[in-house]
């Protein structure tokens, strides 16, 4: 049946095995992030033959289940818990990135409760404005508080760089993150097994040789998973890196010439949005079975056969112009998609798209 979204954790292992090998170089440990996955088994046992370091994902409900066949790796969770989180968070996750005092605190509670030592990183704001204390240097009077508490134990600092602000990571912020892991050992006599640099996007630093020393922990996830968007958005391209792990597969449920700009009176689609036009004239348009409500963001599909063009779609339709498609397409004929990460996120949840495991075990 289709729609059908191919996955291949062979390609995946091969890019886990060279984004650890960049790492290793550089006395950096591994998180695999695998939440742009959804945790897919498979993709996660590739993570780990990969030679993942942590396993990291983002949401806390998924843990159980990870917990369930992740046994030998230390699983970190990425997203800040709530307040209603704790419970799960203390029985699941080895390992939380946090910023919020009172929240360890809970952790430290319920960890009593549990009878397990919870380790925390402890997250800094360098100007990207998602999680993190601020001002950064703030962090020294939490960690007085953090070692005060019997169950938590500080692993280490982190920071988050390049996803809401959309603020790159440099020497300048993350020499501040290296700055105070230095400043936080010298000042408690202790140790920080972690001090987290961030995720794919901090790679550019460590490809230009441009990494401060001290940092000796990544949370990567798109560049293994895909290894798309840092080639396009940022144009580092990585040695080796397999960019087709994931293949789209759709199929067409209607061909047909028809004029390229609607008409009666223009309103509002779908979505409310009111859409524009350019008149090219009679053109051969196909409608495939997958829709917004799979992938969301039909741009950011990348159709694998020449002269085909991603025109627009509706929840349940993606709508492609074929007039440039030099063989005979038919009704069910199957077109064949790359993803960037959005999609990705998507498709791999989405219940209404078939999942199938390509060459695997
Ligand atoms: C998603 C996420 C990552 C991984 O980001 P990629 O761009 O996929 O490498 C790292 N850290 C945190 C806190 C995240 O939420």
Same mark, same amino acid.
């Given at each position: 049946?289709?729609?059908? !979204? ?10 886990? &095995?060279? %984004? #650890?090998?960049?790492? @290793?170089?550089? $006395? /950096? ?15 996660v ?11 990291a ?71 990207? !404005?998602r ?9 020294? &009077?939490? %960690? #007085?508080?953090?070692? @005060?508490?019997? $169950? /938590?134990?500080l ?22 993150l ?49 290894g ?42 779908a ?91």
């Open positions: 049946m289709y729609p059908k !979204l191919e996955v291949y954790p062979g390609k995946i292992k091969n890019n886990t &095995e060279i %984004i #650890k090998k960049l790492c @290793k170089k550089n $006395n /950096i440990k591994l998180a695999v992030v695998s939440k742009g996955a959804n945790n897919i088994p498979e993709v046992e590739a993570l780990i033959a990969g030679g993942a370091d942590y396993l994902d983002s949401r806390i409900k998924r843990f159980k289940k990870l917990r369930s066949f992740v046994k030998n790796l230390p699983l970190m969770l990425l997203r800040i818990p709530g307040p209603g989180e704790i419970k799960e968070v203390i029985k699941y996750a080895d390992i939380s990135l946090n910023s919020e005092i009172e929240i360890i605190k809970l952790l430290n509670e319920e960890a009593k409760i549990q009878s397990k030592m919870h380790k925390i990183v402890y997250m800094l704001e360098l100007g990207d !404005l999680e993190g204390v601020y001002p950064a240097e703030k962090v020294i &009077e939490k %960690i #007085k508080e953090v070692n @005060k508490l019997s $169950n /938590i134990s692993e280490g600092i982190g920071t988050n760089l390049s996803c809401y602000g959309g603020i790159k990571p440099d020497e300048k912020n993350l020499g501040k290296s700055d105070l892991a230095k400043k936080i050992e010298k000042q408690f006599n202790q140790k920080l097994n972690i001090v987290s640099g961030g995720s794919t996007t901090s790679l550019p630093l460590l490809l230009d040789d441009k990494m401060p020393k001290k940092i000796n922990n990544l949370r990567i996830g798109e560049s293994i998973l895909l798309r968007d840092i080639e396009s958005l940022w144009d580092y391209n990585i040695k080796g890196i397999k960019k087709d792990t994931f293949i789209l597969k759709a199929e067409i449920i209607e061909l047909k010439d028809k004029p390229s700009k609607p008409f009666g009176q223009p309103f509002v689609d979505f409310g949005h009111k859409p524009s036009f350019e008149d090219h004239g009679k053109r051969k348009r196909a409608i495939l079975g997958i829709g917004k409500a799979d992938f969301v963001y039909p741009d950011q599909l990348i159709p694998l056969k020449e002269g085909i063009e991603i025109l627009g779609a509706s929840s349940d339709h993606l709508i492609v112009d074929v007039e440039d498609v030099e063989e005979d397409l038919s009704l069910g004929d199957i077109i064949n998609f790359n993803l960037f990460y959005g999609p990705m996120l998507y498709l791999t949840a989405s219940s209404l798209v078939e999942k199938e495991i390509i060459n695997w075990r």
